[in-house]
């Protein structure tokens, strides 16, 4: 069984930024993806960005197109955990940002898919908002 843990939500200015941490504990795994999930009222779930790793591998990561070039997304090997970083936030960014993890380096047409990641955490709001 592997624990999530969201921190780093909260309320923040246009233009302003954030970072959102995620780590994942309990069973361990040398292949793992871990990316983040958002979903905002009264829509649906939506893929944010993710990165895949396998052994000893760096990690490829992805970006969804509506957020490329504003957020990026790294990890921490050593705590297993990654970071969402947000940058230039605009107020249809406001959701609820969940963490997501499966311990498998998922195929590259998988990774934007929720459905395929099976440990999920509470999940942190960010509201952007004057």
Not at 18 to 35: E, K, N, Q, Y
Not at 104 to 119: C, P
Request: hydrophobic share 30%; glycine share 12%.
């Amino acid at each position: 069984q592997v624990q999530v843990v969201e921190s780093g939500g909260g309320l923040v200015q246009p233009g302003g930024s954030l970072r959102l941490s995620c780590a994942a504990t309990g069973r361990t795994s040398s292949s793992r993806t871990m990316g983040w999930f958002r979903q905002a009222l009264g829509k649906e779930r939506e893929f944010v960005a993710t990165m895949r790793w396998s052994g000893g591998h760096s990690g490829d990561a992805y970006v969804a197109d509506s957020v490329k070039g504003r957020f990026s997304i790294s990890r921490d090997r050593a705590k297993d955990t990654v970071y969402l970083q947000m940058n230039k936030l605009e107020p249809e960014d406001t959701a609820v940002y969940y963490c997501a993890v499966v311990n498998s380096r998922l195929i590259t047409s998988s990774v934007r898919s929720g459905q395929n990641y099976n440990y999920w955490g509470q999940g942190t709001q960010v509201t952007v908002s004057s």
